[in-house]
């Protein structure tokens, strides 16, 4: 667990391939945030899934049909603290607007030394941050 533990994480993650329902956005932000603090803001909801069309549903279910958040980013505002900042902090969580990110509408990564780690379909990707991401403080 800490630092250490989400560093080894993120070179596990690397070279495994972006997966539904095993190493999706939100599967990897709910295990940074676990690693960090020992325990994850989602634990409660996972629900198990292994297709998009099968993370849709369990999206619907959270966000529409119980009526507990509008959409991913209030999902995050509910269950961890939003930090307005262009200079964000290492292990923060960070979500990208990214409409073809359906169902969820954003991208959710790691703020990694000044920028953002994200899942893609060769592994882990590492990208400049951009003004628009928002951030939220795991501890």
Not at 51 to 78: C, E, H, S
Not at 104 to 123: E, I, N, Y
Not at 128 to 137: C, E, G, H, T
Request: hydrophobic share 40%; glycine share 8%; net charge neutral.
């Amino acid at each position: 667990m800490g630092r250490s533990g989400l560093i080894e994480y993120l070179r596990e993650c690397e070279v495994k391939p972006f997966s539904w329902g095993d190493r999706d956005c939100f599967r990897f932000a709910n295990t940074c945030v676990e690693l960090q603090r020992g325990h994850g803001f989602a634990d409660d909801i996972l629900a198990r899934y292994s297709t998009q069309f099968g993370a849709a549903k369990w999206y619907n279910r959270i966000t529409r049909t119980k009526g507990l958040w509008a959409d991913m980013v209030d999902l995050l505002d509910d269950r961890l603290e939003r930090v307005e900042t262009l200079h964000p902090k290492f292990g923060m969580i960070v979500a990208r607007d990214e409409p073809s990110m359906k169902p969820f509408k954003v991208a959710l990564g790691l703020v990694l030394h000044g920028r953002a780690c994200f899942l893609s379909p060769q592994g882990l990707a590492v990208l400049p941050l951009d003004n628009k991401d928002m951030y939220w403080a795991v501890t």
